[in-house]
């Protein structure tokens, strides 16, 4: 499991994967309680960081020029 | 007018024909005659009016020759773009006779600019020979991926089209990284400047899927997109490829190509990438997933505890001592109980017991007449319980009498 430190690091996709398989292990229900209980916050905080990052998001436009070099693109 | 009867005509020379009659004829030959219904004439547009009748007239010439041409009210009505004069056209329709003028004309149904003939070939000809090779294989299309992290867009940067797809990803999924590789999107440059752009993304930028996208135009705009090097570029591509070329009923070679056909580049975009509304709803629900799962989690293990809590009861010291215990009340109680019983049975022993006393109280037995008789204390039963002169003392009901024996006879009397 990951930990919170590399939370912000996680893309949508990532965090949202990692939320699938947490809820994968807690419905397999063989976890001890306190595991269910970590597994449970991860999965609450990676909800968190999905949402944060759906509402925040912000598109990032470059472009690619025909030498190769990558800017921001101006629309 | 029927061929046997034009035919009657000439087998008898003396007679004239009315100027009617030989255009009607006239008519009929060229009618008949497959090639002049269903013909393309190329030419340049002059004289060209629309009287207010809504039919259009107008002259198609070359350098060596003239046609005179009419297009009815509901034809012209029916056409996407009408010629000028000086424009250079193709004009399809049939050949017949306006008998009145006596001038044979184009009864036109459809124009088109020029050499358009030339390019929808030229088209048919390169889609039947990639769809050979089997560039436009189903099996080969490759699923588009539904959440991209790179979308790489092959397309001018100035157009219309840049502008609807970034607006539509910022609606839709502003998560994306966009790289826009521009291009020239017609002219003679457009098929290598998008060849290049789609390569160059595919190696630089590796997106999760391309766009190649241009506005609508008319099929000359559109024409590099169905260039054949096009086609191989977007064949080649390591990102599968969405194309959004002009409008709904355009049909490119590029769509043909490509993973994934977009009738616009708005459209293409939205089948880029999923919808922000749908994200949040799937997150939603992945959260009531993740509180269900972990509830259910948490009650099986509240009910394994307090299942644990019961047998650790049933087996602790304190249990066994409370056990033993209610075992002690219950024997108590059962004791009890027996004891109870017991007493009730001598109670009733005792009554009948007492019943019969009363029965046997010799004092009852005195009332009835009968005697206790006894000589110094003792009773007598039997006449050799005395001796004459002893002193008896005779009980009866309501006291006694005292009485010395006379005679200590026979049994009998």
Same mark, same amino acid.
């Given at each position: 499991?990951?930990?919170?430190?590399?939370?912000?690091?996680?893309?949508?996709?990532?965090?949202?994967?990692?939320?699938?398989?947490?809820?994968?292990?807690?419905?397999?229900?063989?976890?001890?309680?306190?595991?269910?209980?970590?597994?449970?916050?991860?999965?609450?905080?990676?909800?968190?960081?999905?949402?944060?990052?759906?509402?925040?998001?912000?598109?990032?436009?470059?472009?690619?020029?025909?030498?190769?070099?990558?800017?921001?693109?101006?629309? | 007018?029927?061929?046997?009867?034009?035919?009657?005509?000439?087998?008898?020379?003396?007679?004239?024909?009315?100027?009617?009659?030989?255009?009607?004829?006239?008519?009929?030959? $060229?009618?008949?005659?497959?090639?002049?219904?269903?013909?393309?004439?190329?030419?340049? =547009?002059?004289?060209?009016? $629309?009287?207010?009748?809504?039919?259009?007239?107008?002259?198609?010439?070359?350098?060596?020759?003239?046609?005179?041409?009419?297009?009815?009210?509901?034809?012209?009505?029916?056409?996407?773009?009408?010629?000028?004069?000086?424009?250079?056209?193709?004009?399809?329709?049939?050949?017949? =006779?306006?008998?009145?003028?006596?001038?044979?004309?184009?009864?036109?149904?459809? $124009?088109?600019?020029?050499?358009?003939?030339?390019?929808?070939?030229?088209?048919?000809?390169?889609?039947?020979?990639?769809?050979?090779?089997?560039?436009?294989?189903?099996?080969?299309?490759?699923?588009?991926?539904?959440?991209?992290?790179?979308?790489?867009?092959?397309?001018?940067?100035?157009?219309? &089209?840049?502008?609807?797809?970034?607006?539509?990803?910022?609606?839709?999924?502003?998560?994306?990284?966009?790289?826009?590789?521009?291009?020239?999107?017609?002219?003679?440059?457009?098929?290598?400047? $998008?060849?290049? &752009?789609?390569?160059?993304?595919?190696?630089?930028?590796?997106?999760?899927?391309?766009?190649?996208?241009?506005?609508?135009?008319?099929?000359?705009?559109?024409?590099?997109?169905?260039?054949?090097?096009?086609?191989?570029?977007?064949?080649?591509?390591?990102?599968?490829?969405?194309?959004?070329?002009?409008?709904?009923?355009?049909?490119?070679?590029?769509?043909?190509?490509?993973?994934?056909?977009?009738?616009?580049?708005?459209?293409?975009?939205?089948?880029?990438?999923?919808?922000?509304?749908?994200?949040?709803?799937?997150?939603?629900?992945?959260?009531?997933?993740?509180?269900?799962?972990?509830?259910?989690?948490?009650?099986?293990?509240?009910?394994?505890?307090?299942?644990?809590?019961?047998?650790?009861?049933?087996?602790?010291?304190?249990?066994?001592?409370?056990?033993?215990?209610?075992?002690?009340?219950?024997?108590?109680?059962?004791?009890?109980?027996?004891?109870?019983?017991?007493?009730?049975?001598?109670?009733?022993?005792?009554?009948?017991?007492?019943?019969?006393?009363? &029965?046997?109280?010799?004092?009852?037995?005195?009332?009835?007449?009968?005697?206790?008789?006894?000589?110094?204390?003792?009773?007598?039963?039997?006449?050799?319980?005395?001796?004459?002169?002893?002193?008896?003392?005779?009980?009866?009901?309501?006291?006694?009498?005292?009485?010395?024996?006379?005679?200590?006879?026979?049994?009998?009397?």
């Amino acid at each position: 499991m990951n930990k919170d430190l590399d939370l912000d690091a996680l893309s949508y996709e990532q965090a949202f994967e990692e939320l699938k398989t947490v809820i994968d292990q807690l419905e397999a229900g063989d976890k001890p309680l306190e595991e269910t209980l970590s597994l449970y916050e991860r999965g609450q905080t990676l909800f968190r960081h999905c949402t944060t990052l759906l509402e925040q998001a912000e598109l990032k436009v470059q472009q690619l020029n025909a030498d190769g070099a990558v800017d921001d693109f101006e629309d | 007018m029927h061929m046997e009867e034009q035919m009657s005509f000439f087998p008898q020379p003396a007679r004239s024909l009315s100027v009617f009659e030989l255009n009607s004829h006239l008519r009929g030959l $060229i009618e008949s005659d497959p090639t002049l219904q269903d013909v393309w004439v190329r030419g340049e =547009v002059s004289n060209l009016s $629309i009287p207010k009748s809504g039919h259009m007239y107008f002259t198609l010439k070359d350098s060596q020759a003239s046609l005179r041409c009419v297009m009815w009210r509901n034809q012209v009505l029916r056409q996407t773009n009408l010629p000028q004069d000086g424009s250079a056209v193709e004009v399809h329709g049939s050949i017949s =006779v306006y008998e009145a003028g006596g001038q044979y004309q184009l009864y036109a149904d459809q $124009i088109r600019p020029a050499g358009e003939g030339l390019l929808f070939q030229e088209f048919i000809r390169l889609k039947n020979k990639l769809e050979a090779e089997g560039l436009f294989d189903e099996e080969r299309k490759r699923p588009i991926p539904a959440a991209p992290r790179v979308i790489g867009v092959v397309t001018s940067p100035t157009g219309a &089209a840049i502008r609807d797809i970034l607006n539509t990803l910022r609606r839709r999924y502003p998560l994306a990284r966009v790289v826009v590789a521009p291009a020239a999107v017609q002219g003679d440059a457009a098929p290598m400047e $998008i060849v290049q &752009a789609i390569q160059s993304l595919n190696e630089i930028i590796q997106p999760d899927v391309l766009l190649v996208c241009r506005g609508g135009g008319s099929i000359e705009d559109l024409w590099a997109f169905n260039d054949e090097t096009v086609a191989r570029a977007i064949f080649g591509s390591r990102a599968p490829v969405i194309s959004g070329v002009g409008h709904e009923t355009d049909f490119t070679i590029a769509d043909f190509t490509a993973d994934l056909r977009a009738p616009t580049p708005t459209a293409a975009a939205e089948l880029a990438v999923p919808d922000r509304q749908e994200l949040q709803d799937l997150l939603l629900e992945r959260q009531a997933q993740l509180f269900r799962a972990a509830a259910e989690v948490i009650e099986s293990q509240r009910w394994s505890l307090s299942q644990s809590h019961h047998r650790l009861q049933r087996s602790s010291p304190s249990a066994r001592m409370a056990s033993a215990r209610q075992k002690t009340d219950e024997l108590y109680r059962q004791a009890e109980r027996a004891i109870q019983h017991r007493i009730a049975l001598a109670r009733t022993q005792l009554q009948g017991l007492t019943q019969q006393l009363t &029965a046997l109280n010799p004092t009852n037995v005195l009332e009835r007449g009968y005697a206790v008789v006894t000589r110094a204390g003792s009773l007598v039963k039997r006449t050799q319980d005395v001796q004459p002169g002893d002193d008896l003392k005779i009980q009866v009901s309501d006291g006694a009498v005292h009485a010395k024996v006379t005679e200590n006879g026979e049994s009998n009397e």
